[in-house]
């Protein structure tokens, strides 16, 4: 199996959004973890969102990106610019780095409808993507 590990700032959000679908569109092919260079918790609106659409991340935990220097990885997914900027070197020479920068949902002061349709574009986008690198890589 592949590993795969997908990187944000606080592994709390957008991180854990691609690590629900990653694992949900697929279970035989990758192994797939989610850190951050820092850990913040798990969002409420990422739980919620990704609820909504059939998936149960609240068995997931923050972690820190440390926590997993004892594995190799096939893939590093950052999913933020800032984890991107600011990761610590991850030894792993073989490791295919893909990045894209998603919307950040947890940053939107508003309304709780503004609030949800913030969630649901990033999820939507992160769907997307998560789908289309399985398309390409399996």
Same mark, same amino acid.
């Given at each position: 199996?592949?590993?795969?590990?997908?990187?944000?700032?606080?592994?709390?959000?957008?991180?854990?959004?691609?690590?629900?679908?990653? &694992?949900?569109?697929?279970?035989?092919?990758?192994?797939?973890?989610?850190?951050?260079? @820092?850990?913040?918790?798990?969002?409420?609106?990422?739980?919620?969102?990704?609820?909504? +659409?059939?998936?149960?991340?609240?068995?997931?935990?923050?972690?820190?990106? +440390? @926590?997993?220097?004892?594995?190799?990885?096939?893939?590093?997914?950052?999913?933020? +610019?800032?984890?991107?900027?600011?990761?610590?070197?991850?030894?792993?020479?073989?490791?295919?780095?893909?990045?894209? &920068?998603?919307?950040?949902?947890?940053?939107?002061?508003?309304?709780?409808?503004?609030?949800?349709?913030?969630?649901?574009?990033?999820? &939507?986008?992160?769907?997307?993507?998560?789908?289309?690198?399985?398309?390409?890589?399996?």
């Amino acid at each position: 199996m592949k590993n795969i590990l997908v990187l944000c700032t606080g592994n709390s959000c957008r991180s854990q959004m691609a690590h629900g679908y990653l &694992n949900k569109l697929q279970d035989t092919w990758a192994k797939v973890y989610s850190a951050g260079i @820092e850990t913040h918790g798990l969002n409420p609106g990422a739980v919620s969102i990704m609820k909504e +659409d059939g998936i149960d991340i609240t068995h997931h935990t923050s972690n820190h990106v +440390d @926590e997993y220097n004892h594995l190799t990885w096939d893939y590093i997914i950052t999913v933020c +610019d800032h984890a991107k900027e600011n990761c610590p070197f991850i030894p792993s020479e073989n490791a295919e780095r893909i990045h894209h &920068n998603f919307f950040d949902p947890s940053k939107v002061i508003g309304s709780e409808e503004e609030k949800h349709t913030a969630f649901l574009k990033a999820r &939507n986008e992160i769907r997307d993507f998560c789908m289309q690198f399985l398309e390409r890589e399996t």
